[in-house]
C-alpha cells in the first residue's frame, strides 16, 4: 500500500481520505432520508386502507411498538389484518368521543385512556399541532398503551395514575408531578444482568487494538499534545487541535443522524430493525437504560469498529486521520454516557 508522500501524490491522497469522509456522512444521510420516506409512505398507505381514520384519534404514532397500530401485526408487513382497534375506529366512522369510552380488548381501559385523552376531549385535526396542556386537546403523549392489546395489571395502573383529577380544568402542577412519576417510577428498579455478546466483545477488542497500535507505533501521542513531544511532533499545536474540533463536530452530528435513524426506523427491517427497537423501548421505560451497565449501553456503538478500522487501514489513514478517529472514540463514549446521564435523576447524578 503506497504512502502519501510527494506533492501530487499527497494531495490526491488527502483528496481520496475526505472523500471517504464525506462518503459515510453521505450514507448516513441517505439512511435518514430513506427511513423518513418509507414512514410518509406508510402513512399515507394506511390513510388510504382506512380513508383517513388515522387522523381521528390522538397519538397515533406514539405507541412505541406499534408503527400502523390498528393492524393485527402493528403495519410491519402491511397484510391489511385489522385488529380490534382497528375494526373499532371503522365502525365508529370518525367519532372520537364514542371510540374513546369504549373498552375494546377487554382490559379494564378505555381507549381514551390508553390514547392519552381520558377526558375524551381531543377533536380531529388537532393531531400535528404541538403539544400544549392548555388546550386542553389530548392530556398527555406519554405512557400511551395500545387500545387493541390488552394490558397488564402494572400498565393499568399507571394509566390510571395519569388522569386529571378535573376533565374541565387541566392542573399543569399535577401533570407535570404525574409526569416525574412515571419517568422515574422504575429508576430504583433490580439492576438489570444484560448477556455478553460476542459481537460486541471481537469489536472492542478491535478497538483497542486499533488504538494501542497507533499508541505504540504511530506516535499517537505525539499527535494528541503536540507540546509535551516536540521532537516527535509531526503536527502543530493548530493543525491537534482543529483536527478534535473537527472530530467533535462530526461525532456529534453523526449521533443525532443516527439517534434519527433509530427513533423512527421500523422494527421489520433487516439488521437495524432489532436494535431499532430496543431503541424505542425506552422511550415507554425512559429508566431502562440506567438499569443495565454502562458497558452494556455503550457497547452498543462498538459494533461499528471493525467498519471503521477497515476503511481506515484501507485508506493507509494519515496523522490527522488516525488523530481524528481516536477523539472520534473518545466522543462517541462521552455523547453515549451524557445520552445515560440524562435520564437518572437529578439527586442521582
Known amino acids: 500500500m503506497h504512502r502519501c508522500v510527494g506533492g501530487s501524490a499527497e494531495r490526491k491522497c488527502y483528496t481520496s481520505r475526505a472523500c471517504l469522509l464525506a462518503l459515510l456522512v453521505a450514507v448516513l444521510i441517505m439512511v435518514a432520508i430513506a427511513v423518513m420516506l418509507e414512514r410518509a409512505v406508510r402513512r399515507t398507505r394506511v390513510s388510504r386502507t382506512l380513508d383517513g381514520r388515522e387522523g381521528w384519534a390522538p397519538n397515533y404514532r406514539h405507541i412505541w411498538f406499534a408503527h400502523d397500530p390498528?393492524?393485527?401485526?402493528?403495519?410491519?408487513?402491511?397484510?391489511?389484518?385489522?385488529?380490534?382497534?382497528?375494526?373499532?375506529?371503522?365502525?365508529a366512522g370518525g367519532d372520537w368521543p364514542t371510540v374513546c369510552r369504549q373498552d375494546r380488548d377487554l382490559d379494564g381501559l378505555t381507549t381514551g385512556q390508553e390514547l392519552g385523552d381520558p377526558c375524551c376531549l381531543w377533536t380531529p385535526g388537532s393531531e400535528g399541532r404541538s403539544f400544549d396542556l392548555a388546550s386542553r386537546q389530548e392530556y398527555r403523549r406519554w405512557a400511551i398503551t395500545h387500545p387493541g392489546k390488552p394490558e397488564d395489571e402494572v400498565q393499568q395502573s399507571w394509566s390510571m395514575k395519569t388522569e386529571p383529577v378535573n376533565c374541565s380544568s387541566y392542573d399543569v402542577a399535577q401533570y407535570a408531578r404525574q409526569f416525574q412519576e412515571f419517568y422515574f417510577h422504575r429508576v430504583d428498579g433490580p439492576h438489570e444482568i444484560t448477556p455478553l455478546i460476542p459481537a460486541k466483545i471481537v469489536s472492542f477488542a478491535v478497538l483497542v487494538w486499533m488504538l494501542g497500535h497507533w499508541f505504540w507505533k504511530k506516535g499517537l501521542a505525539a499527535d494528541i499534545c503536540p507540546w509535551l513531544f516536540p521532537q516527535k511532533a509531526n503536527l502543530s499545536f493548530r493543525s491537534s487541535v482543529l483536527t478534535l474540533v473537527a472530530s467533535f463536530w462530526y461525532m456529534d452530528m453523526t449521533s443525532g443522524v443516527v439517534h434519527l435513524i433509530l427513533d423512527y426506523a421500523p422494527h421489520w427491517l433487516p439488521g437495524i430493525g432489532p436494535l431499532a427497537r430496543g431503541f424505542q423501548f425506552h422511550h415507554t421505560d425512559p429508566t431502562a437504560i440506567v438499569r443495565i451497565s454502562w458497558y452494556a449501553y455503550v457497547?452498543?456503538?462498538?459494533?461499528?469498529?471493525?467498519?471503521?478500522?477497515?476503511?481506515?487501514?484501507?485508506?493507509?489513514?494519515?496523522?490527522?486521520?488516525?488523530?481524528?478517529?481516536?477523539?472520534?472514540?473518545?466522543f462517541v463514549h462521552l455523547f453515549q454516557t451524557a445520552h445515560r446521564w440524562a435520564h437518572f435523576r437529578q439527586d442521582s447524578l
Open 70 to 91: 390498528v393492524f393485527m401485526n402493528h403495519g410491519m408487513s402491511g397484510d391489511g389484518n385489522l385488529c380490534t382497534f382497528g375494526y373499532q375506529l371503522l365502525n
Open 299 to 330: 457497547s452498543h456503538v462498538h459494533l461499528l469498529c471493525p467498519l471503521v478500522a477497515a476503511l481506515i487501514f484501507l485508506s493507509d489513514a494519515s496523522r490527522v486521520q488516525r488523530l481524528f478517529w481516536f477523539w472520534g472514540a473518545i
